[in-house]
């Protein structure tokens, strides 16, 4: 079975998926290495464990969307601008909630403007795109051989 992609942006879509499914869980391996997830000596275990918890939902979130937007499906489609919006909310909320105990350092404003400005961007051009027309319409449309199975 072939399919028409139609554009090479669903491509870079995919990979973009897959890099930041791979950061998710790098952020994991680096979260249980860093912090005993059993230990409560610094008194953050809660947080912690959110942290864990939000990094593999958003990991899982984003390798399933690259496998939908792969296979040109619309769930995957959706689960992207899904979780994309996700993970653009907690970035853009962890730009203001400031804690020198876990950063080290407090974000100047520069940072924030810069850092707000990127994630911004790429969920303002993630709905745009999936969004146009001919580009919603690779993922509504089904091919002949895709209509013969499913009777």
């Not at 059993?38 to 969307?65: C, D, P, T």
């Not at 810069?114 to 690779?138: C, D, E, K, M």
Request: net charge neutral.
């Amino acid at each position: 079975m072939e399919r028409r992609w139609g554009s090479w942006g669903i491509v870079v879509f995919i990979c973009w998926a897959v890099v930041l499914a791979f950061v998710a869980f790098a952020r994991l391996l680096l979260l249980s290495k860093a912090v005993e997830l059993y230990s409560n000596e610094f008194g953050n275990q809660a947080r912690v464990w959110m942290i864990f918890l939000i990094n593999g939902v958003l990991g899982l979130g984003f390798a399933g969307s690259a496998f939908g937007l792969w296979r040109l499906e619309n769930w995957g489609r959706l689960l992207f601008l899904w979780i994309i919006g996700i993970w653009s909310a907690f970035n853009l909320t962890a730009l203001f909630i400031v804690n020198p105990l876990v950063l080290g350092t407090q974000y100047s404003l520069a940072d924030i403007l810069v850092n707000g400005l990127r994630v911004a961007v790429g969920l303002v051009i993630s709905l745009w795109y999936f969004n146009l027309p001919h580009i919603n319409t690779l993922f509504q449309t089904k091919s002949p051989e895709d209509l013969i199975t499913e009777e």
